[in-house]
């Protein structure tokens, strides 16, 4: 049996360190065990065991539902940023304000 501190935890699960706090006081990731007065660490098989149990994300099919595709071929993105306010019509925009120009480049 396997002892993992707060570091490996980290690594292995790709969570930050106050997620793994919330998750465990919600009873949703496994508890630490006390190893000492200071020192604390989670078993390596219940977090193996944890980390199998999620569920495995999906991927959108569809590049409609997507706000940044992939260009064929480069793996860069279609879209890239106007600064310019020459335009009277109304533009989307992307997460930030941007106006987002469909080209290819």
């Excluded at 078993?43 to 999620?54: P, Q, Y």
């Excluded at 539902?65 to 925009?93: C, F, K, Y």
């Amino acid at each position: 049996m396997r002892s993992l501190r707060i570091r490996q935890v980290l690594q292995v699960t790709g969570l930050s360190r106050m997620t793994i706090y919330r998750l465990e006081t919600a009873g949703r990731f496994p508890r630490r065990r006390q190893l000492s007065g200071n020192s604390v660490a989670w078993l390596e098989s219940e977090i193996v065991t944890w980390a199998k149990a999620r569920p495995v994300a999906q991927l959108c099919e569809s590049p409609q539902n997507s706000l940044i595709s992939p260009a064929p071929g480069n793996g860069r993105s279609q879209r890239r940023h106007d600064w310019s306010d020459s335009s009277a019509e109304p533009q989307p925009h992307d997460a930030v304000g941007f106006k987002v120009i469909e080209d290819g480049w």
